[in-house]
């Protein structure tokens, strides 16, 4: 999103800095736009809900560990995968 505006984002810097670190486009939305309304120093990078990867496709997880930099995501089962993107 360089060098476009986004009106509905409220910290537009963090929200890239999130992307960078490999949050999803909605996860980075929702913690930038809380740390602007309460401040950063309010909102915790770790904390909060997080999405049940339990519904997801095998091959939806393993994309998803491919985007987060994680390694041998092609031999794990469905458990394996899930509890390691939680754990990450």
């Known amino acids: ?3 476009k505006s986004n009106p509905s984002l409220k910290d537009p810097d963090l929200y890239e ?3 960078d670190e490999g949050a999803s486009k909605q996860k980075a ?3 930038s736009n809380a740390a602007a309304k309460k401040g950063r120093a309010e909102v915790g990078r770790s904390g909060g ?3 049940s990867y339990d519904g997801w496709t095998v091959a939806g997880l393993k994309k998803r560990a491919k985007e987060l930099g994680q390694t ?3 031999k794990k ?3 394996q995968l899930i509890s390691s993107l939680r754990n990450s």
């Open 77 to 79: 089962t469905k458990a």
């Open 17 to 19: 800095e999130l992307r």
């Open 49 to 51: 809900e997080s999405g």
């Open 1 to 3: 999103m360089p060098g």
């Open 29 to 31: 939305a929702r913690i």
């Open 72 to 74: 041998g995501y092609s």
